[in-house]
């Protein structure tokens, strides 16, 4: 089964004017260690990025992580908002490669191989919809017309940290409807329930429409109970950046992790390390 990463640019450089792309580095063990993974399946993986992307991760001289990298997310995003529209890039990734395909977050590795159904698309939990992050409908502002009128509120988001799309029609719909939503928005500065609304909640609402069945990995509530098929850094990259001994504690057992399972890319270790 054919998986991609992305990296995007966009959303970075929209904060760091005049800088050069850089990631944490528990960013970039926590990468190492989703694409090793999945590779140790049999399968393959590849980088979806763009250029600036492609050259840092080259420079770095940590792209035989992945069977190919490949920089064909536009760096402009074509015109949606960067900071609004912070996973635009894997929608745009999406459109690019043909299903059946799975995407994975970088911050979310699958020890397990999922067993994936021939013909519904499966995420990692279903979400609640909390007003918070999953507003009502006509909470949306937009520069152009954009029609919601027949879309069912009710119906719950994925989450798509890892998403298995296993059709191309209905790839190419979800991945064509969400452009045409964040192309479409207003600007303004809410940059979490446009972007969920884009990625999450219009992905369960076209299958909806579609009448495209759908799985889970997991329960919402098993996220907060040690797992031992997937992990999902999520709130802890947060953690990590506020607090140093968590983050070095992370990549001392990342480091700890490659060495023991992927003996054959501990030269990653030294790479990251200078970065």
Not at 56 to 71: A, F, T
Request: hydrophobic share 40%; glycine share 2%.
């Amino acid at each position: 089964m054919k998986a991609i990463h992305i990296i995007s640019t966009a959303p970075y450089f929209a904060k760091h004017k005049d800088s050069k792309f850089a990631m944490d580095k528990f960013e970039l063990y926590s990468a190492a260690l989703s694409a090793l993974s999945w590779r140790s399946f049999g399968d393959e993986i590849d980088l979806i990025t763009d250029s600036e992307g492609e050259k840092y991760i080259k420079e770095l001289g940590i792209n035989h992580l992945w069977n190919s990298v490949k920089p064909i997310i536009p760096s402009d995003l074509e015109g949606i908002n960067p900071k609004m529209f912070w996973a635009a890039g894997k929608i745009f990734a999406l459109r690019e490669i043909p299903a059946p395909v799975v995407m994975i977050d970088t911050d979310f590795i699958v020890w397990k191989k999922p067993d994936l159904p021939p013909n519904r698309i499966a995420a990692v939990h279903r979400e609640r919809i909390t007003p918070s992050v999953y507003p009502d409908l006509d909470y949306f502002r937009f520069k152009i017309p954009f029609n919601m009128k027949k879309m069912d509120p009710s119906v719950l988001p994925m989450n798509t940290a890892f998403l298995y799309l296993p059709e191309e029609d209905f790839k190419q719909y979800y991945v064509n409807r969400s452009i045409a939503f964040m192309k479409s928005a207003a600007d303004c500065d809410d940059y979490l329930c446009y972007m969920v609304f884009a990625e999450q909640r219009l992905l369960s609402i076209c299958a909806e429409e579609k009448k495209i069945g759908s799985q889970v990995l997991m329960d919402r509530d098993d996220l907060f109970f040690p797992q031992s098929e997937y992990s999902h850094l999520w709130g802890a990259k947060q953690v990590m950046r506020d607090n140093t001994d968590a983050m070095h504690d992370f990549c001392k057992r990342a480091r700890d992790r490659i060495r023991k399972d992927f003996s054959a890319y501990e030269y990653i270790i030294g790479l990251i390390e200078c970065s």
